[in-house]
């Protein structure tokens, strides 16, 4: 499967390539969980799996997942509740589905293109892109943010294994750049778990730069300004000279 590109086009950009695989990463989904869905035209569960989502993570986020029953989903995709057991089963599947669905999303969206090279370019497109399937999936990654402390162990797992992969990807990539001579830091361990809040800010704040006029764009290119000012190697200083062009003694 082929990374989703973050070329010259910024967001706008990626979303539409995002949105028009949004069939493909359903698909993987259902395929994992045909075991439970109990409908047999492929093009029907797709569509509605993707419907039941929305509407869950809408009135999870509104409401809180425990206060949100089978009637309420019912009553927000139209689909009855004897044909919405069709689709999930239970609650608690239907928990482990929408988990299942940001992580597909996620882990395919930020696979490195072969056209990407070197550390800092490396590591400039997973940030970025980071950013930017966090504004698409901005309802899906906030539920799994807020919810996770309600979660069931195995859900709340799940929902950590996630994060800590990002977090797993970030620091191969500042390890890489160290061998490589291209970042002056002694942990990249450290250093990982401190860049990961700066992708949260964007996705669980979100109010705080609508306020200010700062778009996807706008974040990732201050957020990726700020790492690197904190992790590229500096050339080493040129001899210091004074304004009239004397070296300092």
């Not at 928990?95 to 490195?112: F, H, N």
């Not at 901005?138 to 977090?167: C, K």
Request: aromatic share 10%.
């Amino acid at each position: 499967m082929t990374a989703v590109a973050t070329g010259s086009e910024g967001f706008p950009a990626f979303r539409r390539a995002l949105c028009s695989r949004q069939e493909e990463f359903l698909r993987e989904v259902y395929e994992r969980h045909q075991d439970v869905i109990r409908i047999k035209s492929e093009a029907v569960a797709l569509r509605k799996l993707g419907l039941i989502f929305e509407k869950t993570l809408e009135i999870s986020n509104q409401s809180g997942f425990q206060a949100t029953s089978v009637r309420d989903l019912s009553e927000a995709t139209g689909i009855s509740m004897g044909s919405l057991y069709s689709y999930i089963e239970s609650k608690d599947r239907l928990l482990g589905m929408i988990l299942s669905y940001g992580q597909v999303v996620v882990d395919r969206t930020l696979r490195i293109p072969d056209t990407v090279t070197g550390p800092v370019a490396r590591l400039r497109h997973v940030l970025r892109t980071h950013v930017y399937v966090t504004e698409v999936l901005q309802p899906w990654f906030y539920f799994s943010y807020m919810e996770s402390r309600h979660f069931d162990r195995d859900a709340r797992e799940r929902a950590i294994a996630g994060e800590l992969r990002t977090e797993r990807l970030i620091i191969g990539l500042l390890e890489e750049g160290i061998a490589q001579g291209a970042y002056g830091i002694e942990d990249p361990e450290f250093t990982a778990a401190l860049i990961k809040p700066l992708l949260q800010e964007w996705y669980l704040k979100r109010w705080k730069y609508r306020r200010r006029n700062i778009s996807a764009d706008g974040y990732a290119d201050g957020m990726i300004a700020f790492v690197e000012s904190a992790v590229v190697r500096l050339e080493p200083a040129a001899t210091a000279t004074t304004v009239t062009g004397e070296k300092h003694q």
